[in-house]
């Protein structure tokens, strides 16, 4: 059984940074962020597989960073940070299926909270 926990969501003033991180209770080459905002559909953010290029969506490209900090954690740096960037964030992860943002996701973490003021 896997279990996913992140950490390090805030409130930060927009153009500020943050670092969210999950570990996970063992190693999965595809892990993901996901981020849902008040009243709107969870969204992908930001993915990254074990021999692959992380891949980003449009709205945070250039902005964050996806990164693995060991074998069983994953960083999602954030700079640059805009309102429209609030929302819970999730991490998520695969060990079977195409690693991408389609939300059938095997595992999740509970979510973390960023909040990011004008």
């Known amino acids: 059984q896997v279990q996913l926990v992140e950490s390090g969501g805030d409130s930060v003033q927009a153009g500020g940074s943050l670092t969210l991180s999950c570990d996970a209770s063992e190693y999965i080459s595809c892990m993901a962020w996901f981020r849902q905002a008040p009243g709107n559909l969870r969204e992908g953010v930001a993915r990254?597989?074990?021999?692959?290029?992380p891949v980003y969506d449009y709205r945070v490209k250039g902005r964050f960073t996806i990164l693995r900090d060991n074998n069983k954690r994953v960083l999602l740096q954030m700079n640059d940070l805009k309102p429209e960037d609030t929302g819970t964030y999730y991490c998520?992860?695969?060990?079977?299926?195409?690693?991408?943002?389609?939300?059938?996701?095997?595992?999740w973490g509970q979510g973390t909270e960023v909040t990011v003021s004008s």
């Open positions: 990254i597989i074990s021999g692959g290029q």
């Open positions: 998520a992860a695969k060990k079977r299926g195409i690693c991408g943002f389609q939300t059938d996701y095997e595992h």
